[in-house]
């Protein structure tokens, strides 16, 4: 199998029973800077910001050819594996011969409800892992975080393969709106599009038990750098816009009234910016005002300009860059936020219910996670929410809070995740996969530092 384009990714498909989610992932898919050396090996497709492929590089199998991750989801995961070992019973471990009972016991009652075939060789030798999940686990993870797993994964850009679930659409919109909420509570209140891009990479990697040990160092950095368009696309519009998706109650014109670019507890640097200089470009609905604050281009030494709206000026464009200039330009924006008791009560309302019920039980709260949802139209659904939220603020350390919960949920997950990958992979499959992780992780870290222009000595 030559896999260069998003068709012969899919051509995977065609060699297992059918699935109702499918899509790509990771390193192998995704361009990430300096992890493989392009003259050996490139990923299979590097997605623009609409995550559409954009110059497809075939790629010859070899030992430096990264493998192809997949997570498909079905809608019963016993009768898939049994069709699955069947037809390719060479891409299970010796789990297999204890029946799909085994496989999927092993996955819901000792991982987090996903199952890794690894290690597999298709036609032509390429190698690819693929997980195979419960849709409505999936759905499930999307809504609440409970594990942040396949949510994690999903808050990054992927190459959606197949797609016959509907409402996978609108939990994975639920997931990235979290996601953005999140990363505003954890940055302080004026903060770069880099910086508000990185945090939510980070989120699910935060408390990961294979961060440092089999996992690359600079892999949230890579990750930003190779997908940059795809990330913009996905986050921009939800703190640019003027009507974002977020609906917490209440809009930033709303909150305090008078002028718009006072922003409360906010520091007093923006209220340097706050003249003709600078503009209000929305509230993406989160009931926060946003600001651009006008930084230097490095490129062309010319100050950003912010005008009405999401519409962004700036003179002297110069460069290969062929997204639109209003892109381009909030993509190099620095932003401001509020940061009174009332935002951060609304952003924390928009947390998913598993994450929010860890926040209200390290404040002493003992609480049923549908005592912390919302409805569709953002509606409380119990007052609960209300008193959780506001002794979380009350405490002044949201952000400790918060923190704290995506990485108790993030350790407990991965490392539950990586016992039943043990467990499932079989000893030889094992060995071998964390032996390939160590060293992707070992050439991330030189790389790393060959670019930073260090010197590695050799013991004498």
């Known amino acids: 199998m030559q896999v260069g384009t998003a068709s012969a990714l899919r051509a995977v498909l065609s060699h297992l029973p059918p699935v109702q989610h499918a899509f790509a992932y990771g390193s192998g898919v995704l361009h990430q800077p300096g992890l493989y050396m392009p003259e050996r090996s490139k990923p299979a497709i590097q997605l623009d910001g609409n995550c559409e492929q954009t110059n497809p590089q075939p790629t010859s199998p070899s030992s430096s050819t990264p493998m192809i991750d997949y997570i498909l989801s079905v809608d019963d995961p016993l009768k898939w594996h049994m069709l699955n070992i069947q037809k390719n019973p060479e891409h299970y471990s010796w789990v297999a011969k204890l029946g799909p009972g085994a496989i999927t016991g092993i996955a819901d009652h000792v991982g987090v409800g996903i199952h890794f075939n690894t290690l597999v060789r298709m036609q032509g030798g390429q190698m690819i892992k ?23 994964r999903l808050q990054k850009p992927v190459l959606t393969l197949a797609s016959c679930v509907k409402e996978v659409e609108a939990a994975q919109a639920a997931n990235q709106r979290a996601a953005a909420a999140a990363a505003l509570l954890l940055l302080p209140p004026i903060f770069t599009t880099k910086d508000f891009l990185t945090k939510i990479v980070t989120l699910s990697y935060s408390g990961d038990v294979r961060m440092g040990i089999a996992e690359d160092p600079r892999k949230v950095e890579r990750i930003v750098q190779g997908s940059r368009p795809a990330l913009d696309d996905m986050y921009l519009p939800l703190i640019s816009e003027p009507h974002g998706p977020f609906q917490p109650g209440i809009r930033g014109a709303e909150l305090g009234g008078g002028d718009r670019h006072s922003i409360p507890g906010a520091p007093s640097d923006i209220d340097r910016h706050s003249s003709g200089e600078q503009n209000i470009i929305g509230d993406g609905g989160l009931g926060i005002s946003m600001h651009s604050i006008p930084v230097q281009n490095t490129a062309n030494s010319q100050d950003l300009k912010i005008i009405s709206g999401v519409h962004v000026e700036r003179e002297g464009v110069q460069g290969q860059d062929s997204s639109p200039p209003e892109r381009r330009d909030l993509a190099n924006a620095q932003w401001a936020q509020r940061a009174d008791a009332h935002t951060q009560g609304e952003l924390l309302k928009c947390l998913p219910p598993a994450l929010l019920t860890r926040v209200a039980y390290k404040l002493g709260f003992q609480v049923p996670e549908s005592h912390l949802q919302q ?39 991965s490392a539950s995740q990586a016992l039943s990958g043990l467990l499932a992979a079989g000893g030889g499959k094992a060995v071998q996969y964390f032996g390939s992780k160590v060293a992707k992780a070992v050439r991330g870290a030189f790389q790393g530092a060959w670019a930073s222009g260090l010197t590695i000595k050799r013991p004498p």
């Open 130 to 152: 693929y997980g195979v999940t419960r849709t409505s686990l999936l759905l499930d993870d999307l809504h609440t975080w409970r594990h942040l797993y396949v949510a994690g």
């Open 375 to 413: 409805n569709q139209s953002g509606v409380l659904i119990h007052d609960t929410l209300d008193d959780i939220t506001n002794a979380a603020v009350r405490s002044g350390q949201v952000q400790q809070l918060v923190a704290q919960a995506l990485a108790e949920t993030v350790r407990a997950s």
